[in-house]
């Protein structure tokens, strides 16, 4: 129970540093940019509907004009969009805290800030590098290929990364590590799924500044998470040591 205790403790701060700072990054970054990507997704959204005249039908014989669904609901700008973004951040990154936690525990790694780091930058490079590979950040307002087959491509490259990154980590030999290339590129070489044709309004120098600007936030928050976990869990880990290091049974 103390060990669990431990992890839930660690990523619990973990994640309300790391959620609070990539709140910041992203506010002064990819938020500023999603935001100018969606007046173009707006602007190409009026534009057919300004041209587009009611039929004459319409209003005969009691028939009345057609009426659009409700529109989805999303927050308002400003606060509210903060906070949501905020919380969804440090609830996130509590999970990715508790990934890290448990992965230090289950291969019986020393926690240290240090092994943390190595942890985080190896987050990275799975859930980041591999998947950006294929299919890049997206703006609002870029088409993008069906949901289902982008899902499964992302799970395969993310999954064929961390398999690949744990022959390499613990094997530490020349036919696993051949081994490992060949599973992480695998997916690559199938391909990720992408429409044949994309038309969009969004400038391209728009969509390369979101993608610089999701990587950068994304390495220094895993760089954080990683040694924030290691250093939060040998800390609880000593004091969960102490009082039995002090008891009379440990003494006699």
């Known amino acids: 129970m103390s060990v669990f205790r431990t992890i839930v403790f660690s990523a619990a701060l973990s994640g309300l540093i790391v959620g609070a700072t990539a709140t910041a990054v992203q506010y002064a970054g990819t938020v500023q940019l999603i935001a100018k990507a969606e007046v173009y997704e707006k602007a190409a959204e009026a534009a057919p509907a300004a041209t587009v005249l009611p039929a004459p039908h319409q209003h005969e014989a009691g028939t009345a004009p057609h009426e659009h669904g409700a529109a989805a609901w999303e927050p308002q700008?400003?606060?509210?969009?903060?906070?949501?973004?905020?919380?969804?951040?440090?609830?996130?990154?509590?999970?990715?805290?508790?990934l890290i936690g448990g992965a230090l525990v289950l291969f019986g790694r020393p926690a240290s800030w240090r092994e943390g780091l190595l942890w985080g930058l190896a987050g990275f490079v799975v859930f980041v590098i591999a998947p950006t590979l294929g299919l890049a950040p997206e703006l609002p307002g870029i088409p993008a290929a069906a949901l289902g087959?982008?899902?499964?491509?992302?799970?395969?490259?993310?999954?064929?990364?961390?398999?690949?990154?744990?022959?390499?980590?613990?094997?530490?030999?020349?036919?696993?590590?051949?081994?490992?290339?060949?599973?992480?590129?695998?997916?690559?070489?199938?391909?990720?799924?992408?429409?044949?044709?994309?038309?969009?309004?969004?400038?391209?120098?728009?969509?390369?500044?979101?993608?610089?600007?999701?990587?950068?936030?994304?390495?220094?928050?895993?760089?954080?998470?990683?040694?924030?976990?290691?250093?939060?869990?040998?800390?609880?880990?000593?004091?969960?040591?102490?009082?039995?290091?002090?008891?009379?049974?440990?003494?006699?």
């Open 77 to 98: 700008d400003g606060l509210e969009r903060n906070a949501y973004t905020a919380l969804f951040n440090v609830v996130d990154w509590f999970g990715f805290a508790c």
């Open 149 to 252: 087959p982008r899902q499964i491509w992302w799970i395969a490259a993310s999954g064929s990364a961390a398999l690949g990154l744990g022959l390499i980590a613990f094997t530490r030999s020349l036919p696993a590590a051949i081994l490992a290339i060949a599973v992480m590129a695998l997916p690559h070489l199938v391909g990720a799924p992408h429409l044949d044709h994309v038309e969009t309004n969004v400038p391209d120098e728009l969509s390369r500044q979101f993608t610089q600007a999701v990587l950068l936030t994304a390495f220094v928050c895993w760089a954080l998470v990683g040694g924030l976990t290691g250093f939060f869990y040998r800390y609880f880990a000593s004091r969960e040591e102490a009082p039995r290091a002090a008891s009379p049974r440990a003494i006699r």
